[in-house]
């Protein structure tokens, strides 16, 4: 079954710096999600990623999807204080069930 | 366009009772799932429906939890009896029919268990 790991699961940066997070997942997905859950908040979607090669970009985010090393990045350029939240990744199994990662706490200090 | 809604947002019984939560997806989403999270973990799926059907309820506890979705629209998540251990927040996302949409979630119940 499709398993989803990302890392780091805690990540504190200044304000100003450039991080990536990373999710690996274990089987064909040729899809992938990007949500941010603010405390106590739902899931609020960010990126869907369809293809191999696929890079999409809001603002600071910046997400992509490399099917053949079963990876996805998202990339923060420049934090501020409002991205601090946890971000999730999930995969989509062939049942269409949605595996999530862990989660990656993410805190930008002013 | 409202989106998924859940109620009630917060809900504190004791252990051995029942509880119910509801959902009302957006319109026109075949999909619904619900969804249970632990505190600092990921959401884990209870099970998914298309339309009023349950096409996969693996993951549910089946001893103890029931969900229902009359009509395709709404639907309805039950533990009876709770247990202290089922204390975490749960969430309703929809998603339209295709391969490439993607789900949207509710605010989510979160239920405490005493």
């Known amino acids: 079954e499709l398993k989803v790991e990302q890392n780091p699961l805690f990540l504190s940066m200044q304000e100003g710096k450039n991080y990536t997070i990373y999710c690996n997942y274990s089987t064909t997905s040729d899809r992938l999600y990007w949500y941010r859950q603010d405390p106590g908040k739902s899931l609020e979607s960010l990126f869907v990623?369809?293809?191999?090669?696929a890079v999409k970009q809001e603002g600071r985010l910046m997400a992509s999807l490399d099917t053949k090393a079963r990876l996805s990045t998202l990339h923060i350029t420049a934090a501020v204080h409002d991205l601090s939240a946890t971000y999730f990744c999930a995969g989509l199994s062939g049942t269409y069930k949605y595996i999530f990662g862990t989660g990656t706490r993410l805190k930008v200090l002013a | 366009e409202a989106g998924v809604v859940q109620s009630p947002r917060y809900k504190i019984i004791e252990k051995k009772q029942p509880v119910a939560f509801w959902c009302n997806p957006i319109s026109g989403h075949n999909t619904l799932y619900w969804y249970r999270q632990n505190l600092g973990q990921g959401p884990e799926l209870l099970i998914r429906y298309e339309n009023e059907e349950a096409v996969d309820d693996s993951q549910l506890p089946k001893d103890r939890f029931s969900a229902e979705r009359l009509k395709g629209v709404d639907s309805t998540l039950k533990i009876q009896p709770a247990e202290l251990g089922d204390s975490a927040v749960y969430l309703c996302?929809?998603?339209?029919?295709?391969?490439?949409?993607?789900?949207?979630f509710g605010q989510g119940t979160r239920l405490t268990v005493v």
């Open positions: 990623l369809l293809s191999n090669g």
């Open positions: 996302a929809s998603r339209k029919g295709g391969k490439n949409t993607e789900a949207f």
